[in-house]
């Protein structure tokens, strides 16, 4: 899938495909959770949706109704959805997948009355709260799933570190060189903002591994715990 990516992007756009590695670990977090549906945001050409397919069906489960396929994929580019679809027919998983293609943001809100396992966050960055907080408040999320936030350790995050947020338009972030694309300080800010939500939010608690580009576990806590 990475090579088809390079031949169809170039090395850089390549590089929002999902790593081996970190597909290892989504697969081992599906049986952690014991999860039988996924929610994908942002499924680019389909590597992390293999991952996570071919997890699903090494823990015995089955496909289902095409309203309800056991994962389900956003993605805003309809031929980044068409090179997936070609992949999942090459992986032999095609059948557990559905890519919907449009506004991440909007699909998310239809998806109401459906509930998850997992949901994966890696699509635009300025738009993760956004999608956490419709995961959170439409009940997407199952009782005892995971939010997985792709790329929150971004070397562009680490200029507004210290810096409170929300971002105030008159701070100084540290002058400090990092990544190529598609980091940019705007997907630094964004992302530093998130970070810091998601931590102060007494709805969940979270933590960052620091693999890759860094990625954030986030589980509901319950009420009851609240309280």
Do not use: W
């Amino acid at each position: 899938v990475f090579e088809d990516t390079i031949a169809l992007t170039n090395p850089f756009v390549a590089k929002m495909a999902v790593s081996q590695y970190q597909g290892v670990i989504q697969n081992f977090l599906v049986g952690l959770v014991n999860a039988k549906r996924i929610l994908e945001i942002g499924t680019f050409t389909g590597s992390s949706t293999i991952f996570f397919a071919n997890a699903l069906k090494r823990n015995g489960i089955k496909p289902t109704a095409a309203d309800r396929k056991p994962v389900i994929g956003l993605d805003i580019s309809e031929k980044y959805a068409n090179v997936a679809r070609s992949n999942f027919a090459d992986a032999v998983v095609e059948d557990y997948i559905e890519v919907i293609v449009g506004d991440a943001r909007e699909n998310l809100a239809k998806l109401e009355g459906q509930q998850f396992d997992i949901v994966f966050l890696d699509a635009d960055k300025l738009s993760y709260r956004q999608y956490y907080d419709t995961a959170m408040e439409k009940n997407l999320l199952s009782e005892n799933g995971i939010i997985i936030a792709d790329n929150t350790a971004f070397d562009c995050v680490t200029p507004f570190i210290n810096i409170p947020a929300p971002v105030a338009d008159d701070a100084k972030p540290l002058d400090v060189p990092f990544g190529s694309y598609p980091e940019t300080p705007e997907f630094g800010k964004g992302i530093h903002e998130f970070n810091e939500y998601i931590r102060k939010d007494s709805r969940c608690e979270a933590i960052m591994l620091p693999i890759g580009t860094g990625i954030t576990l986030i589980r509901r806590i319950s009420s009851t715990n609240n309280n």
